[in-house]
């Protein structure tokens, strides 16, 4: 039938033009990167188990005095303010770190913290990172750090908390009501830039790039201020999920919603036809 | 004043006083349509039904909606996605319903090119049709300002700076329609303005008129066949309804329309829930930073093929300036299908493209090249592509000087 042929030439050059302005101008201005790798590679792995007593011992000992355990009741000893300007940036909350963060990348970063979170571009001798390397700790002692962080996680944490650990120092979630415990303008001057919003970065950036670029931000942007943070592939995905329960809060709704309004023009499309049938069986 | 007289109901009350039975005939019931058209003729009530959705789902948003550069991205992204009921349905209709009239669009007008239906005594439908996609592109570039995002923002000044490039008051013209030096909030709320008052009533008045225009040399069929509409009409009124070779708009033609509308609704709400993102650029869901410019500006995809023509002459020609090049093709590009039924110099010949010689290769040339236009509007100008864009360009135009002549030719053959 002609209006077939009519319609398939329509389809035809829509969807070439559709295919062009979109899957294909996407792969032009964005080069294809290797997928997120959860294996760490550039870092030595732990060969030895760590001591959870001993690593307790080496927490109270270094950590505390800068970190908060809040799980554990032990408050960050300076105020938020105070850190923010004492060190640039608020240190993190250890409550959960020892299983958010992979245990290799933990290791990595007591040893070398600007090569494990892939800083060297913002920072080095002349601007030293805020947290200092424990290289100085034996290969038994890192382990046992970590061993101890990790054993210390009581309960799985959820979504949200595994974002305000890991992104919610710098990140503020403003369409969730969070904003990021480090303000802005230290951040600007710590980093060299302005951590944004993060609330619609599920719709800017889209799940798949997320991925990506919370796993290695430099990968994606060259010379980027974001740090490495070394998240578990498990927590990654919590994050990317809480960021998508925020920005695109609505997700569930309008795929419940499609199918009843495609049934619903589905059927009037049907009624519509009958009823041209019936009309212009008169006419024809 | 006629008599009035006790009514014998409502219809008859009202007809005493609106004559609505008469205004039913001649707008409906012996509006008279060929019977010989496809569905492509339904692509006018297709475009008036996603203009009422535009203006239905716009008034919605309006309610929510806040025109000031520090409250307008929020509004958007959080007020009417988030916390208004439903507010992401009448957000995701109303950017997806822009970009398909846009498409319908198209398909609309190249079915024009295709059946003739620019020529004898149907120039003004066709005149009146582009001065609407141009009142349609100025409502939607200033409807894309107004979530304030990364792309609105760079867009706004990227498409307000090329009125730099008129001689002598160029720049001037630039700080009047922005209402600043730079695109600011006095930029944002004047492309408020126009975009729910001004150009909205500019549209309803030429789709009256684009309407009106259609009245008198009737539409146009599949074999371009020249019906004798007053016999024709006469013949489907007298019950010869099969013999025929019109029907009336209501309600024949429209039951076609019904179905041709439902079709397309069906995959219009699959768009709007599923695959929304092809018509909301994922850069615009960053909010306008006028300190960081994003890695690629390019317009939505319907004004791609105008981008394209307008920087794919990217090097001094003869003394020329590339830009200065460019802004002229790009000025061209945008009244050139005005202009159409004057380039068309066969005066016989309104069959449909698949029956002239010569002019069905113009024509699929032109879509060819238009589809290339797009694609590499989009891609960065460099290397390979900027040449690829160049002679696309040269194409286009190249494609409306040889118009003329083309059907000159056609014409000669015609007459033998």
């Known amino acids: 039938m002609r209006e077939i042929k009519i319609l398939a030439i329509v389809l035809f050059f829509t969807a070439v033009t559709y295919w062009g302005v979109e899957p294909y101008a996407h792969s032009q201005m964005h080069p294809h990167v290797a997928p997120a790798d959860f294996s760490f590679k550039d870092i030595e792995p732990l060969h030895v188990n760590g001591n959870i007593e001993n690593g307790q011992v080496l927490v109270e000992a270094n950590c505390i005095a800068c970190h908060s355990i809040k799980t554990l009741g032990l408050e960050a000893p300076m105020s938020v303010e105070d850190a923010a300007s004492a060190y640039g940036v608020v240190p993190p909350d250890l409550s959960h770190a020892g299983v958010i963060y992979d245990k290799n990348y933990l290791a990595g970063f007591l040893k070398d913290p600007v090569g494990a979170t892939n800083l060297s571009h913002k920072f080095g001798d002349a601007k030293p990172y805020a947290m200092p390397s424990y290289s100085f700790l034996s290969e038994q002692e890192i382990a046992d750090v970590v061993a101890y962080l990790k054993n210390i996680v009581a309960t799985k944490a959820s979504d949200k908390t595994v974002f305000e650990e890991a992104c919610g120092r710098c990140h503020s979630m403003k369409y969730d009501g969070l904003k990021a415990q480090t303000p802005n303008a230290f951040i600007k001057s710590y980093l060299g830039a302005e951590a944004p919003d993060v609330s619609m970065m599920i719709r800017s950036k889209k799940a798949e790039y997320l991925s990506t670029f919370i796993n290695e931000p430099t990968k994606m942007v060259e010379g980027i201020a974001m740090p490495r943070v070394g998240l578990t592939e498990a927590s990654q995905d919590q994050v990317i999920n809480y960021m998508e329960s925020v920005g695109d809060r609505k997700k569930a709704e309008r795929e419940s919603l499609g199918l009843k309004l495609i049934g619903f023009m589905a059927i009037f499309t049907l009624i519509a036809y009958l009823w041209k049938v019936q009309i212009w069986k008169e006419v024809e | ?416």
């Open chain 2, 1 to 416: 004043m006629a008599e009035i007289r006790k009514s014998e109901g409502l219809i008859d009350w009202l007809d005493q006083r609106l004559a609505v039975k008469a205004f039913m005939r001649v707008m409906m019931t012996e509006y008279w349509i060929p019977k010989n058209i496809n569905f492509l003729w339904a692509m006018g009530v297709v475009l008036v039904v996603l203009f009422g959705v535009l203006l239905v789902t716009g008034l919605l948003l309006l309610m929510y909606y806040k025109p000031d550069i520090n409250l307008a991205f929020d509004s958007v992204n959080y007020t009417i996605m988030q916390e208004v009921e439903y507010g992401w349905l009448w957000r995701h209709m109303h950017g997806v319903a822009a970009s398909a009239t846009f498409l319908i669009i198209y398909i609309h007008l190249f079915t024009g090119i295709y059946y003739g239906s620019y020529k004898k005594g149907r120039e003004m439908i066709w005149i009146t049709g582009m001065v609407l996609f141009i009142a349609f592109s100025a409502e939607a570039f200033s409807g894309y300002m107004l979530p304030w995002g990364q792309m609105s923002y760079w867009a706004a000044q990227v498409i307000t700076n090329l009125f730099s490039g008129i001689p002598v008051i160029g720049d001037d013209v630039v700080i009047w329609i922005r209402g600043d030096y730079v695109v600011a909030d006095a930029t944002l709320t004047r492309f408020f303005m126009l975009h729910v008052v001004l150009l909205p009533l500019v549209i309803i008045v030429v789709i009256a008129v684009h309407f009106y225009s259609l009245r008198f040399p009737h539409v146009n069929n599949q074999e371009s066949e020249v019906l004798n509409f007053d016999m024709e009409s006469k013949k489907f009124l007298e019950g010869r309804k099969k013999e025929s070779k019109v029907v009336p708009f209501w309600p024949v033609f429209l039951s076609k329309d019904f179905f041709v509308v439902g079709f397309f609704m069906t995959v219009f709400f699959a768009l709007v829930c599923y695959q929304f993102d092809f018509a909301m650029d994922p850069i615009n869901f960053e909010p306008a930073n006028s300190m960081k410019t994003p890695a690629h500006i390019y317009p939505e995809w319907y004004f791609l093929w105008n981008y394209e023509v307008l920087r794919g002459f990217f090097f001094d020609i003869g003394g020329m300036a590339a830009m200065d090049i460019g802004l002229i093709a790009f000025v061209i590009a945008n009244i050139v299908f005005m202009v159409l039924p004057f380039l068309d110099r066969n005066p016989m010949n309104t069959a449909p493209a698949h029956k002239r010689p010569v002019f069905k290769y113009w024509f699929w040339l032109l879509v060819c090249d238009m589809i290339v236009l797009t694609v590499y509007g989009k891609l960065p100008p460099t290397g390979v592509n900027a040449w690829v864009g160049f002679v696309a360009a040269v194409v286009f135009l190249g494609l409306f000087i040889a118009l003329p002549f083309i059907t000159k030719h056609e014409a000669k053959g015609d007459a033998q």
